[in-house]
């Protein structure tokens, strides 16, 4: 077997109603392009029948379905598809069709022309933005941000859409509280500083709920305070 360039993983939980269309369009975008994907559909048993749904679409595209027995939020099921990647390349994105699939072949050619080792799926540089956002929903993201400014330069630190080199991981134990797995190798990760922001226009979910809640940002806030004193460590260390 030919082994894939890129694997993307995709936690899913509830997501019946978009995986087929996120799988065409991924597919789609990438044979364009000449890439060869692997599909990593890492589903914590969902009542919806996600998991059926994505094996089905085994058949006709390049799909791997991954089935964890309980509910423990994307950030544990992100790291079993991580591991088990087959390709040199991974990427991360949500299963509902907010993150565009098309750029998908822009990231990966950053990575392959050795211009960054991990590639951020990006709200906040020109040429990126979102879907007409709330008021309080701006305000916690950009408070969300401006806690996070001390760990790294990146502009959209809590972006859910990310690729990179699996060089990046050697050397470094990626165990994020929560589910923000790429702030993690933003600030861990052993990229040497070959970060790249890319564009993307951030769409609202195309069906289903969100997950996300106080949970979720309670879980980011102790995230923060573990990458400070791991950064705060580490600087003291070189010293
Ligand atoms: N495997 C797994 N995936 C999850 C879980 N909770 C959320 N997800 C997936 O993680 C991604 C991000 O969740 P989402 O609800 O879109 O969060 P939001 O984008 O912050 O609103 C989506 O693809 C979800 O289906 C979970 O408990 N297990
Ligand atoms: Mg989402």
């Known amino acids: 077997m030919n082994r894939p360039d890129l694997t993307i993983v995709i936690p899913t939980y509830n997501e019946a109603k978009n995986i087929e269309t996120l799988v065409i369009r991924i597919h789609d975008a990438l044979r364009q392009a000449g890439v060869k994907e692997d599909i990593m559909v890492v589903d914590d048993s ?3 029948g996600t998991a059926a749904l994505a094996t089905e679409l085994a058949a006709k595209y390049p ?3 991954y089935i964890r027995t309980s509910r423990e ?9 991580i591991r088990l990647a087959d390709a040199p ?13 098309e750029v998908l072949p822009h990231m990966f050619q950053l990575i392959k022309q050795g211009k960054a080792l991990l590639v951020i799926g990006s709200r906040h540089v020109s040429g990126g933005g979102t879907s007409k956002w709330i008021w309080y929903r701006k305000f916690f993201s950009w408070g969300a941000r401006m806690l996070g400014r001390f760990l790294t330069p990146v502009n959209d630190l809590t972006s859910g859409y990310f690729m990179f ?12 509280i929560g589910c923000k797995v790429g702030l993690e190798l933003m600030v861990k990760g052993n990229h040497q500083g070959k970060v790249v922001e890319y564009p993307i226009v951030f ?14 940002t309670r879980q980011y806030l102790q995230h923060l305070l573990n990458l400070s004193l791991y950064k705060v460590g580490r600087l003291l260390r070189l010293k």
């Not at 939020?73 to 598809?81: N, S």
């Not at 769409?203 to 979720?216: D, H, I, N, P, V």
């Open 46 to 48: 969902s009542p919806d």
């Open 63 to 65: 799909v791997k379905v």
């Open 73 to 81: 939020g994307p950030g544990p099921a992100i790291l079993d598809g």
């Open 89 to 101: 390349v991974a990427c991360v994105m949500d299963a509902d069709l907010s993150h565009p699939p």
């Open 165 to 176: 080199d699996k060089k990046i991981l050697q050397g470094t134990e990626i165990d994020p």
């Open 203 to 216: 769409l609202e979910r195309a069906a289903g709920e969100s997950k996300m809640g106080w949970r979720e």
